[in-house]
């Protein structure tokens, strides 16, 4: 047959028979059982969902799979109706000035054209929450006047939507000024003042983007903090984190490996690399065990020594007894 | 012809309440007490397999276990009890996953579900015990990269060791096309275990 009929392979068998056992209850979760069946007998217990509903829970879900499909079915009509829609807004063309409408001034002011008949045209633009308040009126001010007079009067009618009080047009810059989401960290914003330096709105929308610019290096500036390189690198290198465990992981294992195929010389061989890389690591007492059973193993001179000192530093480690199986002999001479 | 193996005939002989009296008269005998001892480890482990944190797996059996006392006279006995609290299993740990997408609730993706108590106590060493909570972690892992179905058949026939046709039976298909999808669904997780190892080298 195919390759990969043979991707479900020895690994994977075995991945499945090692792990059979290990999702049953432990004694607590077994305790915690016991009293979810004293909880049903006393009738305390209820479920979470509606009393009828656990007619549907029995049930084979034949209609809750026919209500998912026509969902599915619905929510995709609906996307697609939503796209057409929006392609055929992005397509139309935009209105044309009228004649004799003096071009907008700037380039912020011009951006926002093709959707300036859109109800909230200064706040559209991301650079909108960075501007002043009076640049973004007077950019809006320009679209507006660049109109035909029905056009015009649609736009005033959503532009006034927008402020809190029509009245505050001519002192909007101000109020907006100083209203307190504008976050104090970000740009000097160029006050204006009053609507009545709009002649001075172009120099002051450059200023803004200007600023704008003048921030975004420095924002960059900042993801780029190598501070932060430092901090991952300490954080590679620090062996008690759990994302650096399956390499010190990976390391006992091969001792462990070693020690099974009773290769001591390579098991003292890594029990030696961890020491070197993981000084005090998470498997820093079991690589000391292991050392002790390689070096029994071996029978080099120091395995006594080493042994002895390792049952009497940790007589109570899970690996101890298995040092004291394997150095038997070397800790009967002493 | 459709055979029934001994072991999917359930005959209980007492009434597990005065409802089941009625209903089957022919059932019997396992009080509700010895049917929650019997199954109730296995709810368990497949709510967790299923994608249950282990602090939700304790409402999700407790779910389970009431549905199975108020639905048990309904049960007529064509398939084992436990095909039938298992399909009960999967619905309610669906409602819970729906409950988790609305809300915080308890049913988390697999990726997220804590293994804390996936380190059994024995007699090995620390390496050993995180070498085998880590072969529980991919295993949870890779399962959770397959669709529910998939998930299911491989639960029911590589964890719990269920025929083919008990496996049939209790999802109400036929073996042939239980046989077909456990086919794929291995060949899927094989290939996601061997794309793993490639990636991960030794690691179990």
Same mark, same amino acid.
């Given at each position: 047959?195919?390759?990969?009929?043979?991707?479900?392979?020895?690994?994977?068998?075995?991945?499945?028979?090692?792990?059979?056992?290990?999702?049953?209850?432990?004694?607590?979760?077994?305790?915690?059982?016991?009293?979810?069946?004293?909880?049903?007998?006393?009738?305390?217990?209820?479920?979470?969902?509606?009393? !009828?509903?656990?007619?549907?829970?029995?049930?084979?879900? @034949?209609?809750?799979?026919?209500?998912?499909?026509?969902?599915?079915?619905?929510?995709?009509?609906?996307?697609?109706?939503?796209?057409?829609?929006?392609?055929?807004?992005?397509?139309?063309?935009?209105?044309?000035?009228?004649?004799?409408?003096?071009?907008?001034?700037?380039?912020?002011?011009?951006?926002?054209?093709?959707?300036?008949?859109?109800?909230?045209?200064?706040?559209?633009?991301?650079?909108?929450?960075?501007?002043?308040?009076? #640049?973004?009126?007077?950019?809006?001010?320009?679209?507006?006047?660049?109109? %035909?007079?029905?056009?015009?009067?649609?736009?005033?009618? #959503?532009?006034?939507?927008?402020?809190?009080?029509?009245?505050?047009?001519?002192?909007? %810059?101000?109020?907006?000024?100083?209203?307190?989401?504008?976050?104090?960290?970000?740009?000097?914003?160029?006050?204006?003042?009053?609507?009545?330096?709009?002649?001075?709105?172009?120099?002051?929308?450059?200023?803004?983007?200007?600023?704008?610019? !003048?921030?975004?290096?420095?924002?960059?500036?900042?993801?780029?903090?190598?501070?932060?390189?430092?901090?991952?690198?300490?954080?590679?290198?620090?062996?008690?984190?759990?994302?650096?465990?399956?390499?010190?992981?990976?390391?006992?294992?091969?001792?462990?490996?070693?020690?099974? !195929?009773?290769?001591?010389?390579?098991?003292?061989?890594?029990?030696?690399?961890?020491?070197?890389?993981?000084?005090?690591?998470?498997?820093?007492?079991?690589?000391?065990?292991?050392?002790?059973?390689?070096?029994?193993?071996?029978?080099?001179?120091?395995?006594?020594?080493?042994?002895?000192?390792?049952?009497?530093?940790?007589?109570?480690?899970?690996?101890?007894?298995?040092?004291?199986?394997?150095?038997?002999?070397?800790?009967?001479?002493? | 012809?459709?055979?029934?193996?001994?072991?999917?005939?359930?005959?209980?002989?007492?009434?597990?309440?005065?409802?089941?009296?009625?209903?089957?008269?022919?059932?019997?005998?396992? #009080?509700?007490?010895?049917?929650?001892?019997?199954?109730?480890?296995?709810?368990?482990?497949?709510?967790?397999?299923?994608? @249950?944190?282990?602090?939700?797996?304790?409402?999700? @059996?407790?779910?389970?276990?009431?549905?199975?006392?108020?639905?048990?006279?309904?049960?007529?006995?064509?398939?084992?009890?436990?095909?039938?609290?298992?399909?009960?299993?999967?619905?309610?740990?669906?409602?819970?996953?729906?409950?988790?997408?609305?809300?915080?609730?308890?049913?988390?993706?697999?990726?997220?579900?804590?293994?804390?108590?996936?380190?059994? %106590?024995?007699?090995?060493?620390?390496?050993?015990?995180?070498?085998?909570?880590?072969?529980?972690?991919?295993?949870?892992?890779?399962?959770?990269?397959?669709?529910? !179905?998939?998930?299911?058949?491989?639960?029911?026939?590589?964890?719990?060791?269920?025929?083919?046709?008990?496996?049939?039976?209790?999802?109400?298909?036929?073996?042939?096309?239980?046989?077909?999808?456990?086919?794929?669904?291995?060949?899927?997780?094989?290939?996601?275990?061997?794309?793993?190892?490639?990636?991960?080298?030794?690691?179990?």
């Amino acid at each position: 047959m195919s390759n990969r009929e043979d991707d479900w392979g020895n690994d994977s068998a075995s991945l499945f028979r090692e792990t059979r056992r290990a999702h049953d209850p432990t004694p607590a979760e077994s305790a915690r059982l016991d009293a979810v069946l004293a909880r049903i007998q006393a009738g305390k217990a209820e479920t979470s969902f509606a009393e !009828d509903h656990a007619a549907d829970i029995v049930v084979r879900g @034949v209609a809750s799979a026919t209500l998912r499909q026509i969902a599915i079915v619905s929510l995709g009509a609906a996307f697609v109706a939503a796209a057409f829609f929006a392609v055929t807004q992005f397509n139309r063309p935009p209105a044309e000035p009228a004649h004799g409408a003096k071009p907008p001034s700037t380039a912020v002011a011009s951006a926002p054209q093709p959707i300036a008949m859109q109800p909230a045209p200064a706040l559209a633009p991301v650079p909108s929450g960075k501007l002043s308040a009076s #640049s973004q009126t007077a950019a809006a001010r320009d679209e507006g006047q660049s109109r %035909p007079r029905s056009q015009r009067r649609r736009w005033r009618a #959503s532009a006034e939507t927008q402020r809190s009080s029509p009245r505050d047009m001519a002192s909007a %810059p101000e109020a907006s000024s100083s209203t307190p989401h504008y976050p104090p960290t970000s740009v000097a914003m160029p006050e204006s003042g009053t609507a009545r330096q709009a002649g001075a709105e172009p120099a002051s929308t450059e200023k803004a983007v200007a600023a704008i610019q !003048d921030v975004a290096p420095r924002a960059r500036s900042v993801e780029s903090n190598p501070t932060e390189a430092v901090t991952a690198a300490a954080r590679k290198a620090d062996p008690m984190l759990p994302e650096n465990a399956p390499t010190e992981l990976a390391m006992m294992k091969r001792m462990h490996g070693a020690l099974r !195929d009773a290769d001591f010389s390579t098991a003292l061989a890594l029990s030696a690399e961890h020491a070197r890389r993981w000084p005090r690591g998470v498997f820093e007492l079991e690589r000391e065990g292991v050392r002790a059973i390689a070096s029994c193993g071996i029978d080099t001179d120091d395995a006594a020594l080493r042994a002895k000192r390792f049952l009497a530093a940790h007589p109570h480690a899970p690996v101890a007894m298995r040092v004291n199986a394997a150095c038997a002999s070397q800790l009967a001479k002493r | 012809m459709k055979a029934t193996p001994q072991s999917l005939t359930l005959r209980l002989s007492t009434p597990v309440d005065a409802r089941s009296e009625v209903a089957t008269p022919h059932l019997a005998t396992k #009080s509700f007490e010895q049917i929650y001892d019997e199954h109730s480890d296995f709810v368990w482990r497949n709510a967790r397999r299923l994608g @249950v944190s282990n602090s939700g797996a304790e409402d999700v @059996v407790q779910d389970v276990f009431i549905v199975v006392q108020r639905r048990l006279p309904d049960f007529d006995g064509r398939t084992t009890l436990q095909s039938w609290i298992f399909g009960i299993l999967v619905r309610v740990v669906r409602h819970y996953r729906r409950s988790y997408q609305r809300k915080d609730a308890r049913c988390v993706p697999l990726e997220q579900v804590g293994h804390s108590n996936t380190i059994q %106590p024995g007699p090995r060493t620390p390496s050993e015990q995180a070498e085998s909570a880590e072969r529980v972690r991919l295993l949870e892992n890779l399962l959770s990269q397959l669709d529910e !179905d998939k998930r299911m058949l491989l639960i029911l026939s590589e964890l719990e060791g269920w025929t083919l046709r008990e496996i049939a039976e209790s999802l109400q298909s036929n073996t042939n096309t239980i046989h077909s999808r456990l086919r794929a669904a291995k060949r899927e997780f094989g290939q996601l275990h061997r794309r793993w190892l490639t990636t991960h080298g030794d690691r179990p």
